[in-house]
């Protein structure tokens, strides 16, 4: 069957991942040669971008494009996925929330409501609209391609800060700390209930579900889906409600979501996985008109990304992001906060 969602692809699979094993009877040949040859569709210039980004690999260990690959070489490449041919972007003048900015990248702190990249359903008003407004000549935006700079995506109604490559070497570079999983990502969730144990590690493979294919569901045995491992720890507990955070290991579509769901903690409002119903509490008029003023006030999933970390590519430095809570959040939880207090 095929895919009729294409908008929600893991984060993994904006990446090719190849492995190679240099047969024995390979003389000696420089490494970006022999991958022009293994490679298809892979320009010289992607795989220098890639070599020189250590996102190639040979037996473990990072080379130059001088090296020459020796029998049973084995020789791993990440590459960020070349341009899909499709609806040509068009700029959009697009108001950006900027956090940092330099020749190779910029850190964007993106709003609820504003979908990442053209898909089915939503071809204008995206960010990537607003990137191609922006900024010119981003990598992988050619002949149409849907996702320029992008190494990583969050979703619509989810807010937080989102790293933008502007380079071919930024983006090779950001798509090896992605696939290595070294990139540091915080999240804050507000979930219904109270966690137990308060801090711990959700482990389970997440697919899509094989009731509804518009959301994910975990699969505990892995059976299907995908391996994937979310870190969390209650900052704040309001009874009927807690704050959450969450670091991500991997980067499965709707993982946060579908991972506190599965522990029994749908995140507050969260139409997609039962967050949108009172799920603690009592049935008393005066409370469900609490909860629905709620909804209100946040009328989205409540989740933030909230710092975001990685190794610039040029520099080699940490680079260390942090955001506040969005005030449709913040004023949800004062709200809460004030419940608990007088109830």
């Known amino acids: 069957m ?3 969602f294409p908008e929600f692809p893991d984060e993994e699979d904006l990446y090719e991942h190849h492995r ?6 390979q003389g ?7 991958l022009m040859h293994k490679l298809q ?3 010289r210039s992607r795989i220098q971008s890639a070599i020189e980004s250590s996102s190639v690999r040979v037996n473990g260990q990072a080379v130059k494009s001088s090296y020459r690959v020796k029998p049973l070489d084995l020789i791993t490449v990440a590459l960020a996925h070349p341009p899909r041919e499709t609806t040509e972007v068009v700029p959009e003048n697009i108001p950006l929330n900027v956090v940092f900015e330099d020749d190779e990248l910029m850190v964007v702190n993106k709003p609820a409501g504003l979908v990442v990249h053209p898909a089915h359903g939503h071809w204008s008003g995206t960010l990537v609209n607003g990137l191609v407004f922006h900024l010119q000549n981003l990598p992988t935006h ?33 798509a090896r700390q992605f696939f290595d999983h070294s990139i540091e990502r915080t999240y804050l969730a507000l979930v219904w209930g109270e966690l137990d144990p308060p801090a711990g590690t959700i482990t389970g493979h997440v697919g899509r579900s094989t009731r509804d294919r518009r959301v994910m569901d975990v699969y505990p045995h892995g059976d299907l889906g995908k391996h994937a491992v979310t870190h969390y720890q209650t900052l704040k507990s309001l009874r009927y409600v807690s704050l959450v955070r969450c670091n991500l290991e991997t980067g499965r579509t709707h993982q946060i979501r579908v991972h506190l769901k599965h522990k029994g903690h749908p995140l507050f409002n969260d139409p997609d996985y039962g967050g949108d119903r009172i ?38 430095q940490w680079m260390q992001f942090d955001s506040d809570l969005p005030a449709d959040m913040a004023a ?3 709200k809460w906060e004030g419940y608990v207090n007088h109830d």
């Open 142 to 174: 050619r002949n149409g391609a849907i996702r320029p700079g992008l190494v990583h995506r969050i979703d619509k109604d989810t807010s937080g800060l989102l790293v933008v490559a502007k380079t071919e070497f930024s983006m090779a570079h950001l």
């Open 2 to 4: 095929p895919d009729i």
């Open 332 to 334: 949800v939880i004062e």
């Open 41 to 43: 569709n892979a320009t």
């Open 28 to 34: 000696l040949l420089r490494v970006d040669k022999y």
């Open 20 to 25: 190679f094993e240099v047969d024995r009877g």
């Open 279 to 316: 799920l603690k509490g009592t049935v008393f008029s005066r409370y469900r008109q609490f909860v629905e003023n709620c909804f209100a006030l946040c009328p989205r999933q409540a989740l933030h990304a909230k710092s975001l970390g990685f190794v610039h590519p040029r520099t080699d």
